[in-house]
């Protein structure tokens, strides 16, 4: 394999198989996302964030904003073995039930697991390897990142849907290929949707639809860079600038601004969104399996009665503290139909969810149950 022998080149001898699900890492400093809508409120980072025109597409109202994230270049060695120590921790670090960002080894069912890395450089590598320092560093509490040691090219990725949309509480996959011309274009991004369309942006397919992925037509800033566009600012305006409170409004063509089609369609991503739930806890990608088992647990009871608050009419994505709800009409009817037979099927994966979780707690250091509720 190219990586194999890029590896020996750089000074990777041959390392024992190690459990991935118990690989150490750091604890990283989640990055302040301005305005971004976001789950869990994060402390401010150096990182410095600017706001430039449109970048979300396909976009037709040209009111969103790009999250450009200053590209990091630390000095760093370009021994892959020595960041994979340090992204991993000292064998005495306390055990963190699970990490932001962490080294792994089984890619076998990546979405790019069968692309071939073809021929690289050593720039590419450190370029890489950059992209992983920046990732541990300044990822915010919502995104979590898995890396592969063996595939320094692919990345997954695990999104928290934002506070105030109808993805709230959802969890969103992403698997990501650095092809050899990296940065010189983009890395190439698969959504696991589900066979699912619940977003303008992401597709039934995976494809992800973004101009700063070069997926959709763009100019200037909006397009991607190589010497200030970074993985982390592909996650940030993923989470913050498709998975958003109108995603109606990111369609290419609008066939009508009234509200109440925007709150329709926010109906329909919801159930989706419950739909995609379910799928995931059913049957969870590799190495994400605790993070999915503590995030359902966790927010159990707010994903329900959510449900039944919108089934009651209270509007996708808002509080009970707003009090808004809809015109009960055929449409309404329709929705709430298909939300309670959802919330029905999700009720009850949550609960076998629930032993799962109780088991894990058994697993873990007692240190780390807190992360239990």
Partial sequence: MVLNKLLQLFG??????????????KSINPVSQGSLPCQCAAPQSTLNILASKSVLDPCSSGASTVLSLQKDEPGCSSNISSMIKEVNGSENEDHKLFNQFDVVQDYSDHHYAKTSPGKTTKDWAKTIQNEWKLLQRDLPESIYVRVYEDRIDLIRAAIVGPAGTPYHDGLFFFDVCFPPEYPRCPPKVHFHSSGLRLNPNLYESGK????????????????????????????????????????????????????????????????LTCKLMLYLLQKPPKHFETLIVCHFH?????????CRAYASGMVVGSSVKDGRTYLRNKCFAGFKKSLDAQAELLA??????RLRAVELKREVPAADKTMFP
């Fill in 298 to 306: 966790e927010r159990e009871r707010a994903i329900l009665e959510a």
């Fill in 208 to 271: 992800v639809c973004l101009s700063l992925l070069n997926t959709w037509l763009g100019s200037g800033s909006e397009k991607w860079g190589k010497s200030n566009s970074t993985m982390l600012q592909v996650l940030v305006s993923i989470q913050g600038l498709v998975l958003n409170d109108k995603p109606y409004f990111n369609e290419p063509v609008i066939f009508s601004s009234k509200e109440k089609h925007s709150l329709g369609y926010n109906q329909t991503a919801f159930v």
């Fill in 12 to 25: 990777v001898g041959k390392k024992k198989k190690r459990k991935d699900s118990k690989k150490k890492g």
């Fill in 348 to 353: 009850k994966e949550l609960a076998a969810n």
